[in-house]
């Protein structure tokens, strides 16, 4: 089968990479990629916009696409599963009705109050005055967590500590109107304690299959300090979710959600992103995605060792019949190199050094980011710039692999996180202990 990508970040390296591994795809483009998606041997890469769906389409058509597969949650929410869906091309991700999961935070909260899906307290605020009154007091209490209902680039949530710090993320939504429109409702909520983790389920609208659960590390410095980003690195399988814990996810999230949502009349055809906060009184859904999560798919796509393109395949098609895939949840740990000065302002144009040494380590890949291509040689050209990611045995070797490629790469100003995994290892310590 051939197969388009949509994307063009470490995410959409790791699915070229996986896809074209798969025996049962012939040739993989992607759109519009980047410098280390070129340069893979089984990949094209052609220069269409992300968020044009009707290039996307002609593209698809143009290249004999049997499946498309989407990265970014842009597209969906702009309806690009509709179109191709209208045309009569198979893709993977959900209409723009069920991508609203992702794209409005307002919805996402009633339709789990509606379903009885376990989340964190809410209200929903329409305008300003609702909302200062919402922040104000002992409803919530403090910290309370403030949400610009649309995408805002993985900036519209604030955790506000006191009513000073919440009543200024309403204004700079609602009155600033920092994230444009996508701050017009804001989403109130109570703030919720413990570890969280990323689960990704494939759904063809009735089942689905899991895969195993990843750690993200979302904030730039060491010790989860300092702003959040993009996200600097991730490991998976994650040692804090067990067969039991997966089973209680699947009964209680996954599946009244793929329920409610085709009860609704929007059937989910894609992965669905769980983020979970695990609290003393049980999972909570944090938020969710309709989308493979940035870092977590360069750790958790490596593990599927057979049958990806076909249950992928099967879910676009809206039946996954017998399609299945084979996993081996062997430890992985993604580093993500940035920018000097990301989240804030960086300078691009560096030139990269070391990334065939950094491959050499073995178990190790190097998913690019922002990288392009300048004379014959690959420099910088985003805030995160590469994942480097790494198997093991174990997470100590899966730990150290990743390190000693990061090492050997180097461009002015790169900026890691020391501590990518660590959790691993204290959870594994805490289980064996207990
Ligand atoms: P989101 O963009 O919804 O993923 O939120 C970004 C981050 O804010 C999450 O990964 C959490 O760390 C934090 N967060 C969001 N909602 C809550 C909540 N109700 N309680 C505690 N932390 C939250
Ligand atoms: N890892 C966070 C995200 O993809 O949204």
């Given at each position: 089968m051939n197969v388009l990508v949509v994307g063009g970040g470490a995410r959409e390296h790791a699915l070229v990479r996986a896809l074209a591994a798969d025996t049962a795809v012939d040739r993989v483009v992607c759109a519009p990629g980047n410098a280390g998606i070129a340069r893979e041997a089984a990949a094209r890469v052609a220069p269409v916009d992300v968020s044009d769906p009707r290039a996307l389409l002609a593209l698809a058509a143009a290249e004999g696409a049997d499946l498309t597969v989407v990265g970014p949650e842009l597209p969906l929410a702009q309806g690009v599963a509709d179109?191709?869906?209208?045309?009569?091309?198979?893709?993977?991700?959900?209409?723009?009705?069920a991508a609203a999961l992702e794209s409005s935070k307002a919805f996402a909260k009633a339709f789990m109050a509606r379903h009885d899906i376990p989340t964190a307290r809410f209200e929903v605020c329409t305008d300003e005055r609702q909302a200062l009154d919402a922040v104000a007091g002992d409803r919530f209490g403090f910290p309370v967590v403030v949400k610009a209902d649309g995408l805002a680039a993985g900036k519209g949530v604030t955790v506000a500590p006191d009513q000073a710090v919440a009543e200024a993320a309403v204004r700079e939504a609602m009155v600033v109107r920092r994230f444009g429109e996508a701050g017009a409702t804001v989403v109130i909520e109570e703030c919720l304690d413990g570890p969280e983790v990323s689960f990704f389920a494939v759904s063809d609208g009735r089942r689905c299959l899991a895969l195993p659960a990843a750690q993200d590390h979302k904030r730039i410095f060491d010790g989860d300090a300092g702003p959040n980003t993009g996200g600097m690195g991730a490991f998976g399988p994650s040692p804090l979710f067990d067969a039991e814990l997966e089973a209680r996810v699947m009964r209680e999230i996954v599946a009244p959600t793929l329920d409610g949502l085709r009860a609704e009349g929007r059937e989910y055809r894609g992965v669905l992103y769980v983020g979970l906060m695990l609290t003393a009184d049980g999972p909570r859904v944090i938020e969710f995605n309709v989308r493979f999560g940035d870092p977590e798919a360069q750790v958790i796509l490596p593990m599927v060792e057979r049958g990806l393109a076909r249950v992928l395949l099967g879910a676009a098609r809206g039946e996954l019949g017998d399609a299945?895939?084979?996993?081996?949840?062997?430890?992985?740990?993604?580093?993500?190199?940035?920018?000097?000065?990301?989240?804030?302002?960086?300078?691009?144009?560096?030139?990269?050094?070391?990334?065939?040494?950094?491959?050499?380590?073995?178990?190790?890949?190097?998913?690019?980011?922002?990288?392009?291509?300048?004379?014959?040689?690959?420099?910088?050209?985003?805030?995160?710039?590469?994942t480097v990611v790494a198997r093991g045995a174990s997470y100590p070797q899966a730990i150290a692999r990743a390190y000693d490629a990061v090492g050997r790469i180097s461009f002015d100003g790169s900026h890691v996180r020391t501590d990518i995994g660590q959790k691993a290892l204290l959870a594994t310590e805490v289980r064996g202990g207990a």
């Open positions: 179109l191709f869906g209208e045309a009569g091309r198979l893709l993977f991700g959900p209409t723009r009705a299945r895939w084979r996993v081996a949840a062997d430890p992985h740990v993604g580093v993500v190199m940035a920018s000097g000065g990301y989240p804030g302002t960086y300078e691009t144009g560096r030139p990269i050094g070391g990334l065939d040494d950094a491959a050499a380590v073995p178990g190790v890949y190097v998913a690019h980011a922002g990288t392009a291509l300048e004379g014959g040689r690959i420099v910088t050209s985003g805030g995160r710039v590469l």
